[in-house]
């Protein structure tokens, strides 16, 4: 039992540290970060002895403490805030590949249809193309299992063609008019993770890009995407953030001084461990005087927030959208050997004009959550009256407008979901996955004659000559959802636009998806608007 009291005591200062808000081991984990130590109180210390001592003396199992210790830490956390939490291993790695930028794999995007794995695209210069895998394949064995059939879960898949860099994997590949199986044997390779979906001129002088995530990468993509866009004529700029739910601080202070003159305040930080620190732009921006509009939603959180802050608090240009998600919260990972990890908040963050832009936590869990539901009955998605700004945070930007704190940013030009194509019918259809179901299924009977196809205008034409839509109709009434033909013709137009969009995605890349449904999007109508 020597062995249980290590690890309980282990425990023990792991948790009454992160009680305290300690920094405990971070400086093994960050750069230029300072270990903080933690000894408890002596009766404090008595009372875990005794707890270890009556397990080894008088329980009347021998117990698991690994799972013990799984389930313990959860627990705790969630006393301390809403976004400190532990990651088991598997999580952990997940999330590092996402903000890392690559993961070592085979380079394919996949779903499940019809307890099938089925290749949607292939990474262009990743491991799979080298070797000839093709949208449309259908993955049938790996290293000599099956994977077809009844159960199938996505998960397993990933785990089995996931693997360390160099290593081989064999899969077994069914395709279309060819007999039998083909074998390929594939070495794994990095694979990028972007962060960037899409960078393109949405005008003849208006640029787009839009961002999904803010990690290692990011702000190179960014770049990349920017230097692109100013060969094309770019004059004005759209950064679309909807849906970002943050990442990396590092990631978000580089991109935002991109877009800030000379002494601009970005962020600053602190907490009761962590002095104030500031963080202000180098005046090397490429970027500090383009006509600029950020787009925001109630997804966009964390460094999204501390990117739009930052362009709003310096008047440096229009939000567009609705009410951030209200993350002010800053966490820093403590990683443990067996792979797995912590995130404890170290610290706040502020906008340049001294707003800590969190939400309220503490009284509940469940209402914390349940947050962006309320918000959506109490009917902020629809009129920007009917948001409820905290009157006792009131802040100034630089120019001297009013801004607000303790529940994140509101946009300049507020953008109300659109509800006007919604019907019944719609939302059958969706519930269903009728939509993705009849695109796939489209693409993949189609895929040589659309493979003439280049632009998501060219799919558009081809789906109208062909009558698509008329087929989809047919197609969902096969399956329990009858057409509806009273549909108003704001519901047929967004009914095309989810179908179309499906089959853009599913034939070309993210980028001709994006591009695509922008066209009838009112935020980003409202965008343009507030460059011209």
Same mark, same amino acid.
């Given at each position: 039992?020597?062995?249980?009291k290590?690890?309980?005591?282990a425990?023990?200062?792991?948790?009454?540290?992160?009680?305290?808000?300690s920094?405990?081991?971070?400086g093994m984990?960050?750069?230029n970060?300072a270990a903080?130590?933690y000894r408890?109180?002596r009766?404090?210390?008595? $009372? =875990?002895?005794a *707890?270890?001592s009556?397990i080894?003396?008088?329980y009347?199992d021998? #117990?698991?403490?690994d799972?013990? %210790?799984?389930?313990?830490?959860?627990t705790i956390?969630?006393e301390?805030d809403p976004?400190?939490?532990?990651y088991?291993?598997e999580?952990t790695?997940?999330?590092?590949?996402e903000?890392?930028?690559?993961f070592s794999g085979?380079?394919?995007?996949f779903?499940?249809?019809?307890d099938?794995?089925r290749?949607?695209?292939?990474i262009?210069?990743?491991p799979s193309e $080298? =070797?000839?895998i *093709?949208?449309?394949d259908r993955?049938v064995?790996?290293?000599d299992? #099956?994977?077809?059939g009844k159960? %199938?879960?996505s998960?397993e898949?990933?785990?089995?063609?996931?693997?360390p860099k160099g290593t081989?994997?064999?899969?077994?590949?069914?395709?279309?008019?060819?007999p039998g199986?083909?074998d390929f044997?594939?070495v794994?390779?990095?694979?990028?993770?972007?962060?960037?979906d899409?960078?393109?001129?949405?005008?003849?002088n208006?640029?787009?890009?839009l961002?999904n $995530?803010?990690?290692e990468t990011?702000?190179?993509?960014?770049m990349?995407?920017?230097a692109?866009?100013?060969s094309?004529?770019m004059k004005?700029?759209i950064?679309d953030?909807?849906?970002?739910s943050g990442?990396?601080?590092?990631?978000?202070?580089q991109m935002?001084?991109?877009?800030?003159?000379?002494?601009d305040l970005i962020?600053y930080t602190?907490g009761a461990?962590?002095?104030i620190?500031?963080q202000y732009?180098?005046?090397y921006g490429?970027?500090?005087s383009?006509?600029?509009?950020v787009?925001?939603?109630?997804s966009s959180?964390s460094?999204s927030e501390?990117f739009?802050?930052?362009?709003?608090?310096n008047?440096r240009g229009?939000v567009?959208g609705?009410?951030?998600f209200?993350k002010?919260?800053?966490?820093?990972?403590i990683?443990?050997?067996?792979?797995?990890s912590i995130?404890?908040?170290i610290a706040?963050?502020?906008?340049?004009s001294?707003?800590?832009?969190q939400k309220?936590y503490?009284?509940s869990d469940?209402?914390?959550?349940?947050?962006?539901v309320?918000r959506?009955?109490?009917g902020e998605?629809?009129?920007?009256?009917?948001?409820?700004?905290?009157?006792n945070?009131?802040?100034?930007t630089?120019g001297?407008?009013?801004v607000?704190?303790g529940?994140g940013i509101m946009?300049?030009?507020f953008?109300a979901q659109?509800?006007t194509?919604f019907?019944?019918?719609?939302s059958?259809?969706?519930r269903k996955s009728?939509?993705n179901k009849?695109?796939?299924k489209?693409?993949?009977s189609?895929?040589?004659?659309?493979?003439?196809l280049k632009?998501?205008t060219?799919?558009?034409?081809?789906?109208?000559r062909n009558?698509?839509l008329?087929?989809f109709?047919?197609f969902?009434?096969k399956n329990?959802?009858?057409k509806?033909n009273?549909?108003?013709?704001a519901?047929r137009?967004?009914?095309?636009t989810?179908?179309?969009?499906n089959?853009?995605?599913d034939?070309?890349?993210?980028?001709d998806?994006?591009s695509f449904?922008?066209?009838?999007d009112?935020a980003?109508?409202?965008?343009i608007?507030?460059l011209?």
């Amino acid at each position: 039992m020597n062995s249980l009291k290590k690890i309980l005591w282990a425990l023990f200062i792991l948790l009454v540290g992160i009680f305290i808000g300690s920094e405990i081991i971070i400086g093994m984990f960050k750069k230029n970060s300072a270990a903080v130590s933690y000894r408890p109180s002596r009766s404090t210390a008595n $009372k =875990v002895e005794a *707890l270890i001592s009556a397990i080894d003396r008088k329980y009347v199992d021998i #117990v698991d403490m690994d799972s013990i %210790i799984d389930r313990a830490l959860p627990t705790i956390l969630e006393e301390l805030d809403p976004h400190s939490a532990y990651y088991p291993a598997e999580e952990t790695q997940v999330s590092n590949d996402e903000l890392h930028g690559s993961f070592s794999g085979i380079g394919i995007q996949f779903t499940v249809q019809e307890d099938t794995v089925r290749v949607n695209s292939v990474i262009r210069g990743g491991p799979s193309e $080298k =070797v000839g895998i *093709l949208a449309g394949d259908r993955i049938v064995l790996i290293d000599d299992s #099956v994977f077809a059939g009844k159960g %199938i879960n996505s998960n397993e898949i990933v785990k089995h063609l996931k693997g360390p860099k160099g290593t081989t994997v064999k899969v077994g590949i069914k395709r279309a008019d060819e007999p039998g199986i083909i074998d390929f044997s594939i070495v794994r390779g990095d694979i990028p993770v972007k962060s960037v979906d899409a960078a393109y001129m949405i005008s003849d002088n208006i640029g787009y890009i839009l961002i999904n $995530k803010f990690g290692e990468t990011t702000y190179a993509e960014m770049m990349t995407g920017l230097a692109e866009l100013s060969s094309k004529g770019m004059k004005k700029l759209i950064v679309d953030l909807r849906g970002n739910s943050g990442g990396y601080l590092g990631a978000a202070i580089q991109m935002a001084n991109e877009f800030l003159p000379k002494n601009d305040l970005i962020v600053y930080t602190q907490g009761a461990h962590s002095p104030i620190a500031k963080q202000y732009a180098n005046g090397y921006g490429h970027y500090a005087s383009i006509p600029l509009v950020v787009m925001i939603d109630e997804s966009s959180a964390s460094a999204s927030e501390i990117f739009t802050g930052a362009i709003q608090d310096n008047d440096r240009g229009t939000v567009v959208g609705r009410r951030s998600f209200g993350k002010g919260l800053v966490q820093e990972p403590i990683d443990f050997a067996d792979g797995s990890s912590i995130r404890i908040t170290i610290a706040r963050y502020y906008t340049p004009s001294g707003r800590c832009i969190q939400k309220p936590y503490g009284e509940s869990d469940e209402d914390y959550a349940m947050d962006i539901v309320k918000r959506y009955e109490h009917g902020e998605f629809f009129s920007a009256d009917s948001v409820r700004q905290n009157e006792n945070e009131v802040f100034k930007t630089k120019g001297g407008r009013t801004v607000y704190g303790g529940g994140g940013i509101m946009p300049d030009v507020f953008v109300a979901q659109d509800t006007t194509g919604f019907s019944q019918y719609y939302s059958n259809v969706i519930r269903k996955s009728l939509t993705n179901k009849f695109s796939f299924k489209y693409v993949d009977s189609h895929r040589k004659e659309m493979s003439a196809l280049k632009t998501a205008t060219d799919i558009e034409n081809y789906l109208d000559r062909n009558g698509v839509l008329n087929q989809f109709y047919d197609f969902a009434a096969k399956n329990g959802v009858k057409k509806d033909n009273t549909l108003s013709a704001a519901a047929r137009k967004q009914m095309r636009t989810a179908l179309y969009s499906n089959i853009i995605y599913d034939a070309l890349d993210m980028q001709d998806y994006v591009s695509f449904i922008n066209q009838t999007d009112p935020a980003v109508r409202k965008a343009i608007e507030a460059l011209e």
